[in-house]
């Protein structure tokens, strides 16, 4: 790949892995600051359920204080009459812990000393009988209660009944909610295993499934045990990584997409990649015949920039339409006779340009100089879109704005998933799941869409072939080493127009350094006419600057023996929080 096409790919490709660095770290960030209240950083809910139909439940809580001092946690359980929950056992860190239990139709455990107070993370072992979890012949629990006022960064649940379980539902989310759990899996006939990751306050997990006379026998595996493991950091690790790295393959993948769909027409009807195209081109020293500098420059670039129309104002000056006067302060001037060929752009910016006075300082802000400017770039633009000379495709312009407007639109939507169900994803360290995963490749495929759709002005055959004889002229200019005896008029407008002014703007300065002043070192230069691209600049900013679902609550939701469904339509539940 050579020039023009190369450097901008290789841009591209340097905004494109940014891009993509910065989506993983928003994720990495809504995972950061989900982290900074209280939370309960891991939750293992078990329950074993009996022949007589109750159901021993064990409940393993990593809870952390963020650096608050709290006497302890509480924790509710709404039941359906008074001995429904009994035999009740806490512990904190492995060791006995005071507790006590308030209320009849809620159970409410206040676990910790009134005396004393702990910070940091702890964990606490609560073990309960409740009465049943549904019916005799339906398995519904709410093993996650709606009403936790902290958020629960990672579920695991376990079930083992002495009986066959069939039709097993596991559901994750707000009161009511039927979104499925993150993972769910039935290892033998009468164990179920489920587990979810980012439950918000106020979110709640319930399981349900249908008993059956064969199968069953299954026991709990076994709960964690020790001090509360600092599992957060790993997760954060990995789930960027996974993040980062499905942006990065949604990003390749479009921008491949999209380099295929905008391959140019090239004669004898095939298509070639621009990068392969240019591959093919050597410099040359004639400028292309049917285009102007500015025309040349749009053709490369596919769009009207500001040195194509620093490179027409040029280009205007030599054929006689104005003047460039003034080495230290230059100043644009009316001609003194009008040529006859001026086309209807050169008159109407012209026009504009010297309408109330025939002298343009660039020095400083001119209003004629903003309206002229502002009705060039119309005019160059216009000259662009309407395609006379038949250079593009029909159609490939649309499909730029297209490409462009879709991606930024799947940018702003995957970056807006991310920052609802990054934080749960990173904690459970299942961020390649969906959502997550989609926010990233919607954010990552939407930003290549918006750098690379410029790939998509695919150009006719002879608007290939032109593009060829502007590129081979560019490669001349950019290697050009001294400009005496040519015409400085002429390599001055293309150099500006093609983007190679960085190359004569250092001749000129080396020429002034040698001898003094451009035109003492280098007899017949156009002094006039760099000092005009070295001060476009200031007039030119100063033109553009001049135009300017609500949750609910299973307190009271005991399962009614009903075949209700979604989350809070089981026994159990309730929540809890610190005090």
């Known amino acids: 790949m050579a020039g023009s096409v190369a450097r901008r790919r290789k841009k591209d490709a340097l905004w494109l892995v940014t891009g993509v660095l910065l989506i993983g770290l928003v994720g990495l960030l809504v995972g950061l600051l989900a982290q900074t209240g209280e939370q309960v950083a891991r939750m293992w809910v078990g329950a074993e359920v009996r022949t007589d139909g109750s159901a021993r439940i064990t409940e393993v809580i990593d809870y952390d204080f963020a650096g608050n001092d709290k006497h302890g946690i509480f924790r509710t359980v709404p039941l359906d009459k008074r001995g429904d929950l009994r035999d009740v056992s806490i512990t904190m860190d492995g060791a006995e812990v005071p507790f006590r239990l308030n209320g009849s139709v809620v159970t409410k455990m206040m676990i910790g000393d009134a005396a004393s107070t702990v910070t940091g993370t702890h964990r606490y072992r609560i073990e309960y009988t409740l009465r049943t979890l549904g019916n005799p012949e339906r398995l519904a629990w709410d093993a996650v209660g709606t009403e936790w006022e902290v958020p629960i960064r990672r579920v695991e649940v376990h079930v083992a009944t002495p009986y066959g379980l069939r039709s097993v539902q596991c559901n994750a989310g707000s009161y009511g909610s039927e979104d499925p759990c993150a993972t769910m899996r039935q290892p033998r ?44 950091e790993g997760h954060l690790a990995q789930g960027w990584l996974w993040i980062t790295g499905i942006a990065l393959v949604a990003a390749l993948v479009i921008a491949e997409l999209l380099r295929l769909a905008g391959r140019q027409h090239v004669r004898g009807g095939r298509r070639m990649d621009l990068g392969k195209l240019a591959g093919t081109v050597q410099p040359s020293s004639v400028p292309p ?11 490369l670039t596919g769009q009207v920039r500001k040195n194509h129309l620093v490179a027409w104002l040029l280009g205007a000056a030599m054929d006689g339409h104005l003047r460039v006067t003034g080495a230290t302060r230059p100043v644009l001037r009316r001609a003194m006779e009008e040529p006859g060929n001026a086309d209807e ?22 209003k004629n100089f903003a309206e002229a400017w502002h009705e060039l770039e119309s005019g160059l633009n216009d000259w662009r879109l309407s ?48 959502p997550t995963a989609v926010g990233a490749a919607l954010a990552g495929g939407g930003l290549a869409a918006v750098l690379r759709s410029w790939e998509l002005r695919a150009r006719t055959a002879r608007g290939s072939e032109l593009w060829c004889q502007a590129e081979a002229y560019r490669l ?18 293309w150099a500006a127009g093609l983007g190679e002014t960085t190359s004569w703007t250092i001749e000129a ?11 003492q070192a280098q007899p017949g230069y156009l002094h006039d006419r760099w000092k005009l ?43 809890g929080g610190s005090w």
Request: negative net charge; aromatic residues 6%.
């Open 533 to 575: 691209g070295l001060h476009l600049p200031m007039a030119v900013d100063s033109a553009r600057s001049s135009s300017g679902s609500s949750a609910g609550s299973s307190s009271s939701s005991s399962y009614s023996g009903s075949s209700s469904s979604g989350v809070g339509g089981g026994s159990g539940g309730g929540g």
């Open 345 to 366: 752009l050169t008159e109407r910016v012209v026009g504009t340009l010297f309408a109330r006075n025939p002298d343009v300082s660039l020095r400083k802000y001119n």
């Open 476 to 493: 001349y200019l950019a290697g050009l080493e001294g400009w005496d005896g040519r015409d400085e008029d002429l390599l001055t407008a």
């Open 189 to 232: 006939p009468g164990q179920l295993d489920a587990g979810h990751g980012g439950l918000d306050k106020g979110q709640g997990l319930t399981v349900y499934g249908e008993f059956t006379a064969s199968g069953g026998g299954a026991t709990l595996p076994e709960p964690p045990t020790g001090p509360a493991t600092a599992e957060s």
């Open 289 to 299: 015949a049917e285009l102007g500098a500015a025309q040349a420059g749009i053709l």
């Open 387 to 434: 395609d006379d000379m038949e250079l593009w495709v029909p159609g490939a312009e649309r499909a730029r704005r297209v490409a462009l407007i879709a991606g930024v639109l799947a940018a702003v939507a995957g970056v807006i998933v991310l920052i609802f169900t990054a934080d749960g994803a990173l904690e459970s360290g299942t961020a390649w799941r969906t």
């Open 509 to 519: 300065e080396r020429a002034t350094k040698q001898g003094g002043s451009a035109r």
